[in-house]
């Protein structure tokens, strides 16, 4: 398909609210925003061939690698891009704006560099930790700047992953490094990546959440294969096929954060949880800004106008007030990152999640009723935009109805109530 409507739209201040004039954007966003737009047009009309075939867009990560972006949220000081939490949001969702599976795989790649850097440093922790830690992380940013991919392979099919309940993988401590046994279930960027960053559990005798471990286990490991079909609704471009680890040894230098640090970090960083919002709001804007061409008849292939209609109008106000609402929202709880939030700012971020994950799912349905039959064809991006929106709202560990409960005892109970206390 012809894309280049969206060389008009995502740049049109009308419509676009990457540049919200309430936050303005820096120099250095400004410029990693530019550099998606120059290939962002590209891993569009790419995205049909992965939707298809449900292969891994690996050429738009040739593009990543070149632009340095591997190392986006790399620290400076390793020869990385050092860009804080927003501007990893910023940057996403505008990748999302062309490529929905390019930036839900990003996002995995991501964390392991995010998750480890600046917030580790501003956790307690003893001196020797934070050597061992220091000189772990330089070797594995080392591998993201020479153009290595991460992924972040933590759900099981169980409730580990919404933070239940231990992992059920575990790692045992054997002849001075690790040995890793266990399975992990979608695994986006599996066959892809070459490193799966790992969360699992120390082998020790009744092992609880502080005994989480994070592992980076080279793809080409013995013992380490990827199983299984991936056939999904949406996010195809994923491929978050099974992972299984049988005996994987790896050395003490694959400890992602030292040992207890990770339930720290999860604690006191509520936010790290948030890194998939971006993917949805960037898409979210994308099924916006292509109902608006499409009803103003400036999509090739059928260009006839269909904005007189008055439900049409009234369908697309709906639309974009949700997606302002959105980006409200957005800005705000991505501006809030920090160690050890308020409550008002841990409550929001889980709104900012529901919202954003719901909104972009609504607005696609809204999207394909109103621009009608032929554009469900899949000449037209429409038809997946809706599949992969649908994905939102079940990604651990924050799913919609997870942020729901959450926010509903958040509210109603104070610190140091619970729910035990009414029974
Ligand atoms: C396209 C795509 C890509 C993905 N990529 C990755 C990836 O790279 N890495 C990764 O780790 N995961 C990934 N996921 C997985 C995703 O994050 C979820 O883990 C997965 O969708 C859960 O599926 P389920 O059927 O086990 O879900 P669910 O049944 O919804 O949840 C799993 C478990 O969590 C617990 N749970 C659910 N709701 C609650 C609740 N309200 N309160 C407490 N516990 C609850 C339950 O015990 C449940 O068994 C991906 C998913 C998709 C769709």
New binding site residues.
């Given amino acids: 398909m012809d894309s280049s409507y969206l060389r008009k739209y995502a740049r049109s201040a009308d419509h676009n609210t990457f540049f919200a004039d309430a936050q303005p954007l820096t120099d250095e966003q400004q410029r990693l925003i530019a550099m998606i737009d120059e290939v962002g047009v590209k891993w569009a009309e790419r995205a049909f061939e992965h939707d298809r075939d449900a292969s891994f867009p690996t050429a738009n990560y040739e593009d990543i690698k070149a632009m340095g972006l591997l190392g986006l949220c790399v620290p400076k000081r390793h020869g990385g891009l050092g860009a804080d939490y927003r501007t990893y949001t910023l940057v996403a969702s505008r990748m999302s704006y062309y490529c929905s599976a390019t930036a839900?795989?990003f996002n995995?790649h991501n964390a392991n560099a995010l998750w480890t850097a600046d917030m580790i440093d501003a956790l307690d922790l003893p001196a020797e930790q934070r050597a061992s830690h220091e000189q772990n992380r330089s070797l594995h940013y080392a591998n993201m700047l020479a153009g290595n991919i991460y992924?972040?392979?933590?759900?099981e099919?169980?409730?580990?992953?919404?933070g239940?309940h231990p992992f059920g993988t575990v790692a045992t401590r054997r002849d001075g490094g690790w040995v890793l046994n266990g399975k992990?279930?979608?695994?986006?960027?599996a066959g892809s990546a070459d490193y799966y960053g790992v969360l699992c559990t120390e082998d020790v005798p009744n092992p609880t959440l502080a005994d989480t471990m994070f592992l980076a286990i080279p793809a080409r490991a013995p013992g380490v294969s990827v199983v299984g079909d991936w056939d999904?609704l949406?996010?195809r471009g994923?491929v978050?096929r099974t992972l299984l680890f049988a005996d994987v040894h790896v050395d003490d230098t694959a400890q992602m954060m030292p040992r207890g640090v990770y339930i720290q970090a999860a604690s006191r960083y509520p936010h790290m949880f948030m890194t998939l919002t971006p993917t949805y709001i960037g898409l979210a804007q994308a099924v916006f800004d292509f109902t608006v061409a499409y009803l103003r008849g400036e999509v090739a292939g059928v260009n006839v106008k269909r904005r007189m209609y008055p439900t049409k109008q009234i369908t697309v106000a709906e639309m974009y007030v949700k997606l302002q609402q959105a980006w409200a929202l957005f800005h705000r709880a991505t501006s809030e990152f920090k160690l050890n939030p308020s409550r008002a700012e841990r409550l929001r971020a889980f709104a900012c999640q529901n919202t954003v994950m719901e909104a972009c799912a609504e607005i696609a349905a809204a999207a394909v009723r109103v621009c009608g039959g032929q554009a469900m064809l899949k000449t037209f991006p429409l038809e997946r935009f809706y599949r992969d929106a649908r994905?939102g709202s079940?990604?651990?560990?924050w799913?919609a109805?997870?942020c729901i409960?959450r926010i509903g005892q958040g509210v109603l109970y104070e610190d140091g109530e619970s729910p035990k206390d009414d029974q």
Wanted: net charge neutral; with cysteine.
């Fill in positions: 839900n795989t995995m992924a972040q392979p933590f759900s099919g169980s409730g580990a992953a919404a239940r992990k279930i979608f695994a986006s960027l999904p949406g996010m994923t978050s994905c079940l990604m651990l560990p799913t109805e997870i409960d």
